[in-house]
């Protein structure tokens, strides 16, 4: 059997796969498909320094293969996350990752700092990349923030950081390369895409905060190429997300170069998503004849070049 | 619970609505009336989301549960395709349901879709020796699916349509307000429309007497992890699929 070990920079993960922030319950919303602790990591929905409702309904809207959210992370704020959910995902068994949204530069240090000696959490996420809060740009999307928001947190923690990055910018990677240099140790490529649905019946968007973020198979090919570009262009550690749902698709990640992938929307639709996908890529690995899951990380970049 | 089942029967009722029956002995002896179920059953991602259905019939004794659907859309249309054989993958029982019915009766209040769900609780009602009052409303007569299992399910049943074609002119919110004087009921059940759902709220606050309603959202996961189907309530933003969709009625914000 393959080993499905992976290291991400100071982290170390069983297997390379975990949900995408926000998409799947560790705790009561899990809907008991299968032992969170089998995971790779657990990743919490992002949690803000106050209490903040989210956004007005509707939040979602399909689209082909897709999926646009405008939720606008509600969340219970830092304490109640702290006492609430802190025992749930320190349960679980497996590496966590604690997602964090600050609505100023200053906030993430904030969060940082209040999160940093809370007993339990292996890695702090942070969201920069959320399209749906704010009036001003996301702070992945600003390169003067970006930098002020990783600098921050990373002044106010020793935890690993993952920068979850914007796709919606010219060059993810410059914008990646930002993030390093602020203190950043590992990225996640990418968040979802500037979206949006007008209903032409009631000729009005149809979702409550007029635009969000487009998920699901239908940005998979544009996520695999930023995590191609970012792969070439930077040296750090990339947790690949956008549009996962088979094995197929992350092993399509890795060999584009993300050492692990963050599962999504298809969570929602199978909640048995991520067990099939380690066990499939472990098959792939297996069948391939491959000794590790490092074995074929970034592996098309080699194979590309040689031919 | 999230398996695949055999579809058992499709039927189109009237126009554009359609009978559904899943054989899934383990969610028919789960389920109770006001829950729901994620379907779905096409190929590959495009409709990407499943869809959630309310039950309309548990029958645990034959291991089979029963949707009515609108088509409304691509995924309700791909649906309606679906025949006896067919295997599709069902997440649920899902939600918080209706509470339990309790005598001497009570009524139920519903307009078109909306009556779909309150037929399980009528049935159960009816096992259980208490009272129902149905007061039912559409816009017109094909509107109103499964009239003759509520009619022997109810101790009386009260019928309008927006276009006359069944019942006499008036509104179903009167004829309840009429009866409730004159009989005594332990709650109220409503489901499909704000203008019914205001007016049960009115008159269940006067006669101090609980009263519930089951809200529709288009929803994501069914299970409270994407936080996509919220509705307002007094405590703020709530979830449909999982803080519903049965709420009390007093408590959402219309």
């Known amino acids: 059997m393959a080993c499905t070990e992976v290291v991400l920079g100071p982290l170390t993960l069983k297997n390379p796969v975990m949900p995408a922030s926000g998409t799947f319950g560790y705790g009561e919303e899990n809907a008991g498909a299968f032992d969170p602790g089998e995971l790779g990591a657990v990743v919490a929905k992002s949690v803000r320094l106050e209490p903040a409702p989210g956004n007005p309904p509707p939040r979602l809207v399909e689209t082909p293969a897709g999926l646009i959210n405008a939720v606008g992370i509600p969340s219970e704020g830092v304490d109640a996350f702290i006492r609430d959910q802190m025992p749930l995902l320190r349960q679980t068994g497996t590496v966590v990752i604690v997602s964090i949204a600050g609505s100023t530069a200053l906030q993430y240090g904030e969060l940082a700092a209040r999160l940093s000696d809370v007993p339990g959490i292996d890695a702090l996420e942070l969201n920069l990349s959320c399209p749906n809060i704010g009036h001003g740009l996301p702070f992945g999307q600003d390169p003067g923030l970006l930098a002020e928001a990783v600098s921050a947190a990373r002044g106010n923690t020793g935890l690993p950081i993952i920068a979850k990055m914007s796709p919606n910018v010219t060059d993810i990677a410059a914008m990646s390369k930002i993030a390093l240099d602020a203190g950043a140790d590992i990225l996640a490529i990418a968040n979802t895409v500037n979206a949006m649905v007008i209903d032409i019946w009631k ?68 909640p048995n998503a991520m067990k099939e996908i380690i066990q499939g890529i472990q098959g792939y690995l297996d069948s391939q004849g491959f000794e590790s899951v490092e074995d074929i990380v970034g592996l098309a970049h080699t194979i590309g070049r040689s031919q | ?67 009515v659907y609108k088509v409304v859309g691509r995924g309700t249309a791909l649906m309606s395709k679906w025949r006896p054989g067919h295997r599709v993958a069902v997440l649920g029982p899902l939600g918080n349901g209706f509470p339990a019915p309790v005598a001497p009766a009570v009524a139920v209040i519903g307009r078109g879709m909306g009556t779909v769900p309150l037929l399980p609780l009528v049935e159960s009602a009816r096992r259980e020796g208490i009272g129902v009052f149905s007061f039912l409303s559409a816009s017109h007569a094909g509107g109103l699916v499964d009239l003759d299992r509520f009619m022997s399910c109810s101790d009386q049943v009260f019928v309008r349509t927006d276009d006359g074609s069944l019942g006499a002119p008036g509104v179903v919110s009167e004829d309840l307000e009429r009866v409730a004087k004159s009989t005594q009921l332990s709650a109220i059940y409503c489901c499909g429309s704000r203008r019914l759902a205001r007016a049960a709220r009115d008159l269940a606050i006067f006669l101090r007497i609980p009263a519930y309603v089951s809200l529709e959202a288009h929803m994501g996961c069914g299970v409270g992890a994407c936080k996509g189907c919220v509705c307002e309530t007094k405590d703020g933003y709530s979830k449909v699929c999982k803080d519903g969709p049965v709420f009390e009625l007093n408590e959402v914000v219309f």
């Not at chain 1, 584009?256 to 992938?261: D, E, I, L, T």
């Not at chain 2, 029956?21 to 991602?45: H, N, V």
């Open chain 1, 203 to 270: 000729r009005r968007p149809v979702l409550g905060n007029i635009a969000g973020g487009l998920s699901g198979p239908a940005i998979r090919p544009v996520a695999v190429r930023n995590v191609w570009r970012v792969y070439e262009q930077v040296k750090a550690p990339i947790i690949g997300s956008g549009g996962i749902v088979t094995w197929q698709d992350a092993v399509e990640f890795l060999l584009a170069g993300a050492r692990a992938v963050a599962v999504g929307v298809a969570n929602f639709i199978n």
């Open chain 2, 1 to 67: 619970m999230y398996l695949t089942a055999e579809v058992t029967l499709q039927e189109e009722v009237v126009e554009g609505i359609y009978r559904l029956c899943i054989f899934t002995p383990t969610i028919a002896s789960l389920a109770y009336p006001g829950q729901f179920a994620m379907i779905r059953g096409w190929e590959g991602y495009d409709p990407l989301l499943s869809r959630p259905l309310s039950f309309h019939r548990i029958d645990f004794q034959c291991g089979q549960v029963e949707f």
